[in-house]
């Protein structure tokens, strides 16, 4: 297992079985981080779907070369960051990107894991795959089918999981598709808040509705299905399990985001960041966003009053895939 010094903690990670130790107290209480759990990295900015609600900046530029990545990912790994998470636009369509992954396990100590909205993991890409990722994260969409998506990763037996953003109308099924896709082998999803303007945040009582049936279903999927929720939903889920249970989401600590245009900001959805010429750079750039705390100005953001969100009457609901 590697180890990567927390503010007060050891954090050992193995990037085979995905299996995360804290170890708190003793001389771990002097312990100071100095490099992020994880990076997200946006590959490419280009996509094979035009979604209404996708928060990436359409005009940010997609820098990346093949050479430039596998560099990356070795200076990461030397840095002591544990997993590198690549994103997009669609990172699949990024030039030889069964290779690119295939490269980065071999020649680095990182976990490589992607997410994907899926059309294009054919069976050849899945067993290019296979053995040289930590995990991939499906995006469920209402106007592709996933299933088909979930059968073959079954079958290939790689590791995966969903990202699924709960919106009003999604709530309502919640519960159907967990039980769905349990049985068909999924064994990882994870509930993503929405972040931006609009009618797709929940209600106040649509809140407390989540929270109380988290509590249900992560008993019920107990040992069989790991049910996961962002760090942006924070504290307004009161009851439901958390591993970090915080007020503060921890971005620009735990994890910080490289654009395709070569920025580094505290998530992926805060605005500006700060240009990265140098891979060196990093680690300086890392202690300005750390200790700054940024908020991402969007609501749902959950460094910000209230989260940005405005109560009261929800306004009418844009015209999305998930509100079709």
């Given at each position: 297992?590697?180890?990567?010094?927390?503010?007060?903690?050891?954090?050992?990670?193995?990037?085979?079985?995905?299996?995360?130790?804290?170890?708190?107290?003793?001389?771990?209480?002097?312990?100071?981080?100095?490099?992020?759990?994880?990076?997200?990295?946006?590959?490419?900015?280009?996509?094979?779907?035009?979604?209404?609600?996708?928060?990436?900046?359409?005009?940010?530029?997609?820098?990346?070369?093949?050479?430039?990545?596998?560099?990356?990912?070795?200076?990461?790994?030397?840095?002591?960051?544990?997993?590198?998470?690549?994103?997009?636009?669609?990172?699949?369509?990024?030039?030889?990107?069964?290779?690119?992954?295939?490269?980065?396990?071999?020649?680095?100590?990182?976990?490589?894991?992607?997410?994907?909205?899926?059309?294009?993991?054919?069976?050849?890409?899945?067993?290019?795959?296979?053995?040289?990722?930590?995990?991939?994260?499906?995006?469920?969409?209402?106007?592709?089918?996933?299933?088909?998506?979930?059968?073959?990763?079954?079958?290939?037996?790689?590791?995966?999981?969903?990202?699924?953003?709960?919106?009003?109308?999604?709530?309502?099924?919640?519960?159907?598709?967990?039980?769905?896709?349990?049985?068909?082998?999924?064994?990882?999803?994870?509930?993503?808040?929405?972040?931006?303007?609009?009618?797709?945040?929940?209600?106040?009582?649509?809140?407390?509705?989540l929270d109380a049936r988290i509590v249900q279903l992560h008993a019920h999927f107990a040992g069989r299905l790991q049910l996961k929720?962002?760090?942006?939903?924070?504290?307004?889920?009161?009851?439901?399990?958390?591993?970090?249970?915080?007020?503060?989401?921890?971005?620009?600590?735990?994890?910080?985001?490289?654009?395709?245009?070569?920025?580094?900001?505290?998530?992926?959805?805060?605005?500006?960041?700060?240009?990265?010429?140098?891979?060196?750079?990093?680690?300086?750039?890392?202690?300005?966003?750390?200790?700054?705390?940024?908020?991402?100005?969007?609501?749902?953001?959950?460094?910000?009053?209230?989260?940005?969100?405005?109560?009261?009457?929800?306004?009418?609901?844009?015209?999305?895939?998930?509100?079709?």
């Amino acid at each position: 297992m590697r180890s990567l010094e927390l503010d007060g903690a050891l954090l050992r990670f193995d990037r085979e079985t995905g299996t995360n130790q804290l170890v708190r107290g003793g001389p771990f209480e002097r312990c100071v981080q100095r490099a992020p759990r994880v990076v997200q990295m946006a590959l490419t900015n280009q996509c094979n779907k035009t979604c209404g609600f996708c928060y990436r900046p359409l005009d940010a530029a997609s820098g990346w070369t093949f050479a430039d990545v596998l560099a990356f990912g070795r200076y990461l790994s030397d840095w002591g960051v544990l997993e590198l998470a690549l994103g997009g636009g669609e990172p699949t369509v990024f030039p030889q990107f069964g290779d690119l992954v295939r490269q980065l396990w071999c020649e680095t100590a990182l976990a490589i894991n992607f997410t994907t909205n899926g059309k294009r993991l054919t069976p050849a890409l899945i067993d290019q795959l296979r053995g040289h990722v930590g995990q991939i994260q499906v995006s469920v969409y209402d106007d592709e089918d996933v299933d088909a998506v979930i059968d073959r990763l079954v079958a290939h037996g790689i590791r995966f999981g969903l990202n699924y953003l709960v919106t009003p109308r999604r709530l309502a099924t919640l519960d159907a598709d967990l039980l769905a896709w349990s049985a068909r082998g999924v064994r990882d999803v994870l509930l993503l808040s929405y972040k931006g303007d609009g009618g797709l945040h929940l209600s106040a009582a649509e809140l407390r509705d989540l929270d109380a049936r988290i509590v249900q279903l992560h008993a019920h999927f107990a040992g069989r299905l790991q049910l996961k929720v962002d760090v942006c939903w924070s504290t307004r889920l009161t009851h439901a399990p958390q591993l970090f249970f915080d007020s503060d989401c921890r971005a620009g600590s735990l994890f910080l985001s490289v654009t395709s245009d070569r920025r580094v900001l505290s998530c992926s959805f805060a605005d500006g960041g700060v240009p990265l010429s140098r891979f060196d750079e990093l680690p300086a750039i890392y202690l300005q966003l750390k200790h700054a705390r940024q908020a991402a100005q969007v609501a749902g953001c959950a460094r910000l009053p209230a989260f940005g969100i405005r109560r009261g009457r929800r306004p009418a609901l844009p015209v999305y895939p998930e509100a079709r």
